[in-house]
């Protein structure tokens, strides 16, 4: 078996996941190869320790040279004419959301024809997308072009994806949904695909990497209570929310500092938004970090906060519990299938600046609870969410056999502190 990786804009800054996937599969012999729709930008490529082998690996497949679209395009016509016509069907009649349907999907023909060529040449056996929107649609292309089976990770909402999701899921030999909302809401919704066509894989982190240290970190010299959250500066992440909510604490007199590791849209307003609210020395603006660099911020957090408004799931909240730090996230999305409230975490309403405030001002007061709560969220990450776990899932649906022994299960199943 090889297996043709399509990811969209890789390596990108929230892909890790997906390098973490692709990395077990690796070491348990499965042979991929990566591809993307295109390069991803300066703003949103990656920072992380894996992104320049990870791009230089990457066959991607726009924008191309003319004579690579017309090659590929007459290679598809004259090896496989009857598949080619079925593509240029699907581009016309696919009842995506966009309309015109046929504007938004037959420009795909070309970039599919470019993608089947790959495959053929490099005698790729099956494709996995890891999203359901355009890397999707080129693969139903291309298994009507070369006969490929292919699969998809549903890594969001349903709705997201640009529509024909009926038909996507049907042509998919199986879709892989990260969280078990997810699953059940295609259940629901999909009543008349097979069972086996979709299944839970739940994503996660390494905690071979992602570990704490085995002493506490130390505590701030002036008192502070060190809080930091990782996310995209984008308005669902909610992080107007935990500047409102570090105002409220700061008028109560408790002594907090905030972090926020991200960039994104959204980066000029909440500068402005932490100027306006009086918190410039307060809160620290680092940008875009490299794995390496968030694991070493989390080493010397207190507290770990996301005031997203909804997560379809939350890889983020994930790292910082891996790291035995205490967390608290939005009772929103899938966030609550990561943390249990008061059990390995903490959960808010989403927008709820006070609510917030009153979460943290508990633990900052609390030092034990925050340790307790540390150590519990690292055990719930290393038994649900290591990394391996759904990279198995899918070496098992991909092969058809156990994935080896060298597992998630392998490892400590609580926090070494």
């Given at each position: 078996?090889?297996?043709?990786?399509?990811?969209?804009?890789?390596?990108?800054?929230?892909?890790?996941?997906?390098?973490?996937?692709?990395?077990?599969?690796?070491?348990?012999?499965?042979?991929?190869?990566?591809?993307?729709?295109?390069?991803?930008?300066?703003?949103?490529?990656?920072?992380?320790?894996?992104?320049?082998?990870?791009?230089?690996?990457?066959?991607?497949?726009?924008?191309?040279?003319?004579?690579?679209?017309?090659?590929?395009?007459?290679?598809?016509?004259?090896?496989?004419?009857?598949?080619?016509?079925?593509?240029?069907?699907?581009?016309?009649?696919?009842?995506?959301?966009?309309?015109?349907?046929?504007?938004?999907?037959?420009?795909?023909?070309?970039?599919?024809?470019?993608?089947?060529?790959?495959?053929?040449?490099?005698?790729?056996?099956?494709?996995?997308?890891?999203?359901?929107?355009?890397?999707?649609?080129?693969?139903?292309?291309?298994?009507?072009?070369?006969?490929?089976?292919?699969?998809?990770?549903?890594?969001?909402?349903?709705?997201?994806?640009?529509?024909?999701?009926?038909?996507?899921?049907?042509?998919?030999?199986?879709?892989v949904a990260i969280t078990?909302?997810?699953?059940?809401?295609?259940?629901?919704?999909?009543?008349?695909?097979?069972?086996?066509?979709?299944?839970?894989?739940?994503?996660?982190?390494?905690?071979?990497?992602?570990?704490?240290?085995?002493?506490?970190?130390?505590?701030?010299?002036?008192g502070t209570i060190r809080?930091?959250?990782?996310?995209?500066?984008?308005?669902?992440?909610?992080?107007?929310?935990?500047?409102?909510?570090?105002?409220?604490?700061?008028?109560?007199?408790?002594?907090?500092?905030?972090?926020?590791?991200?960039?994104?849209?959204?980066?000029?307003?909440?500068?402005?938004?932490?100027?306006?609210?009086?918190?410039?020395?307060?809160?620290?603006?680092?940008?875009?970090?490299?794995?390496?660099?968030?694991?070493?911020?989390?080493?010397?957090?207190?507290?770990?906060?996301?005031?997203?408004?909804?997560?379809?799931?939350?890889?983020?909240?994930?790292?910082?519990?891996?790291?035995?730090?205490?967390?608290?996230?939005?009772?929103?999305?899938?966030?609550?299938?990561?943390?249990?409230?008061?059990?390995?975490?903490?959960?808010?309403?989403?927008?709820?600046?006070?609510?917030?405030?009153?979460?943290?001002?508990?633990?900052?007061?609390?030092?034990?609870?925050?340790?307790?709560?540390?150590?519990?969220?690292?055990?719930?990450?290393?038994?649900?969410?290591?990394?391996?776990?759904?990279?198995?899932?899918?070496?098992?649906?991909?092969?058809?056999?156990?994935?080896?022994?060298?597992?998630?299960?392998?490892?400590?199943?609580?926090?070494?502190?």
């Open positions: 078996m090889k297996v043709g990786y399509l990811i969209p804009e890789f390596p990108g800054q929230t892909h890790i996941w997906m390098w973490r996937e692709i990395s077990h599969l690796r070491e348990w012999n499965v042979p991929i190869m990566i591809f993307s729709t295109r390069r991803p930008s300066a703003q949103t490529r990656a920072r992380h320790a894996f992104a320049e082998a990870a791009e230089s690996e990457t066959t991607y497949l726009w924008p191309r040279p003319a004579v690579t679209v017309i090659a590929s395009l007459l290679w598809a016509i004259a090896r496989h004419p009857f598949g080619f016509l079925k593509a240029s069907w699907l581009g016309l009649t696919l009842p995506v959301d966009q309309r015109p349907a046929a504007r938004t999907v037959f420009p795909l023909l070309a970039p599919a024809c470019i993608l089947a060529r790959a495959c053929a040449k490099r005698q790729i056996t099956r494709l996995h997308s890891h999203t359901c929107s355009n890397s999707a649609i080129l693969c139903m292309m291309v298994k009507r072009i070369l006969g490929l089976p292919f699969s998809m990770t549903l890594n969001a909402n349903i709705e997201w994806w640009g529509g024909a999701m009926g038909q996507k899921f049907a042509d998919a030999e199986f879709t078990q909302w997810l699953l059940e809401q295609i259940h629901r919704d999909y009543p008349r695909l097979a069972p086996s066509q979709a299944l839970l894989g739940s994503i996660g982190v390494d905690t071979r990497r992602w570990r704490p240290d085995a002493a506490a970190p130390p505590a701030s010299p002036d809080l930091i959250t990782v996310g995209r500066l984008h308005f669902s992440k909610g992080h107007d929310v935990l500047l409102r909510a570090v105002r409220i604490l700061t008028d109560r007199g408790h002594d907090v500092s905030s972090r926020l590791a991200g960039a994104g849209p959204e980066a000029d307003n909440l500068q402005r938004l932490a100027g306006e609210l009086g918190l410039a020395d307060r809160v620290h603006f680092l940008g875009s970090l490299s794995e390496d660099r968030i694991i070493a911020e989390l080493k010397t957090a207190d507290v770990f906060v996301l005031a997203s408004h909804a997560e379809p799931l939350g890889v983020v909240y994930m790292e910082a519990m891996a790291m035995a730090v205490p967390t608290i996230g939005t009772n929103a999305g899938g966030v609550s299938e990561i943390i249990t409230n008061g059990v390995d975490g903490i959960l808010v309403a989403p927008n709820d600046p006070a609510a917030l405030a009153d979460a943290i001002a508990a633990l900052m007061s609390d030092e034990p609870r925050r340790r307790q709560l540390g150590e519990a969220g690292r055990a719930k990450i290393v038994r649900c969410f290591d990394s391996r776990l759904g990279a198995a899932t899918l070496y098992g649906r991909l092969l058809n056999r156990p994935a080896p022994r060298e597992s998630a299960m392998d490892l400590p199943s609580a926090p070494e502190l």
